[in-house]
């Protein structure tokens, strides 16, 4: 199996997993919660159905952890071929520990409930900085003459291709970053005298949401460098 289709399986086999499990998650917190799940109100902690007192829900962690492996192959995959075409592996190996760091704190995130806040948002902060601290590195690294693959430099139309992709990725990751009503994320709607309620667009949860969107939309600059170099 050549290094392309090995990331290419792996990557589409990932986001079929986490597709899978965020299927089988939404799926059963609309069938027992009492409001139905909608992206930009509850962040990914609320639709972790795992409970220590039920087996079968041990099959969402697990599902959680397989997706995020099998995403982590291409990037290995990455750092492997450069590596094995006498490339710059401090780059690529070290764009894959970024990577897996930013899965990493991801999934810690899944489950650190919003009642500890202080743990919650250090690593609601980790995931956000290490998906941009990425995109950032693709500029720096693959639109420069210096960034080796191979037996030569990047060609133009890859150089600039990456940019323009990684400059939107960030722009898109600034958006979710800067958003003015950050700070009332946690207001309550009143609903009577003694009923509060969550707003419908919750900003904590379209900056979680969106930064994993984000993490994955990453792939792209890599995947350029992989099949069109």
């Excluded at 990932?14 to 069938?31: P, Q, S, T």
């Excluded at 743990?119 to 420069?144: A, P, Q």
């Excluded at 003459?145 to 150089?159: A, C, E, R, S």
């Excluded at 009332?184 to 509060?196: G, H, I, L, R």
Aim: net charge positive; with cysteine; proline share 3%.
């Amino acid at each position: 199996m050549t290094m392309n289709l090995l990331f290419g399986v792996n990557f589409v086999l990932g986001i079929i997993v986490l597709f899978l499990v965020y299927y089988l998650e939404i799926k059963d917190f609309n069938r027992t919660g009492a409001r139905k799940f909608k992206i930009y109100t509850f962040i990914p902690f609320e639709v972790n159905r795992f409970k220590r007192d039920r087996k079968d829900t041990y099959l969402y962690p697990a599902l959680h952890v397989l997706g995020s492996i099998l995403l982590l192959v291409p990037m290995l995959v990455f750092a492997l071929d450069v590596q094995n075409k006498g490339g710059e592996v401090i780059v690529s190996y070290t764009l894959f520990t970024i990577m897996t760091l930013a899965f990493l704190a991801y999934n810690i995130l899944t489950f650190i409930k919003l009642s500890n806040y202080t743990l919650h948002m250090v690593f609601t902060t980790l995931f956000v900085g290490l998906t941009l601290l990425l995109e950032i590195l693709y500029i720096f690294f693959f639109s420069n003459d210096q960034f080796m693959y191979g037996n030569g430099i990047l060609t133009k139309g890859v150089q600039i291709s990456t940019f323009v992709v990684s400059i939107i990725l960030i722009i898109f990751e600034f958006a979710l970053m800067l958003n003015p009503k950050y700070k009332n994320w946690f207001k309550m709607v009143k609903v009577d005298a003694e009923t509060y309620n969550r707003p419908k667009y919750c900003y904590l949860a379209i900056l979680e949401w969106g930064t994993l969107l984000n993490l994955i939309l990453s792939y792209i600059p890599i995947g350029i460098v992989m099949f069109c170099r």
